[in-house]
Nanobody
Framework: LQLVESGGALVQPGGSLMLSCAAS????????IAWFRQTPGKEREGVAC????????HYVRSVKDRLTISKDDANNTVFLQLNNVAPEDTGVYYC????????????????????????WGKGTLVTVSS
């Protein structure tokens, strides 16, 4: 059971980047997925999540309109598109999965509890700098 992120890079302010999270060992269609990021000096924070059926997505206010989360169940991969990036977006981006059950919170502000996630990737580094 593994999540592997990729796509992190050095990008200039105002640029765009697509991060990927490939899952193996379980099907993402049975999980709710969140992207977290850890910026220097701060705790890991959730920024976006997507439901198991992809019908529901959620973004935290600080990144809304600049990030887009999507999922490709056929390839068992989740994506995070970052647009108009700024230096404060610099950090390590992690994807995390929580198996969807009737008790699992829907994507929303209450979903981003790191201790509740079932699986984590090792992260991919995004650096925004000119």
């Amino acid at each position: 059971l593994q999540l592997v992120e990729s796509g992190g890079a050095l990008v200039q302010p105002g640029g765009s980047l697509m991060l990927s999270c490939a899952a193996s060992g379980f099907a993402l269609r049975y999980a709710r997925i969140a992207w977290f990021r850890q910026t220097p000096g701060k705790e890991r924070e959730g920024v976006a999540c997507i439901g198991s059926s992809s019908r529901f997505t959620h973004y935290v206010r600080s990144v809304k309109d600049r990030l887009t989360i999507s999922k490709d169940d056929a390839n068992n991969t989740v994506f995070l598109q970052l647009n108009n990036v700024a230096p404060e977006d610099t950090g390590v981006y992690y994807c995390a999965a929580r198996i969807a059950t009737p008790e699992t919170p829907r994507c929303g502000n209450s979903f981003y509890r790191p201790a509740d996630m079932d699986y984590w990737g090792k992260g991919t580094l995004v650096t925004v700098s000119s």
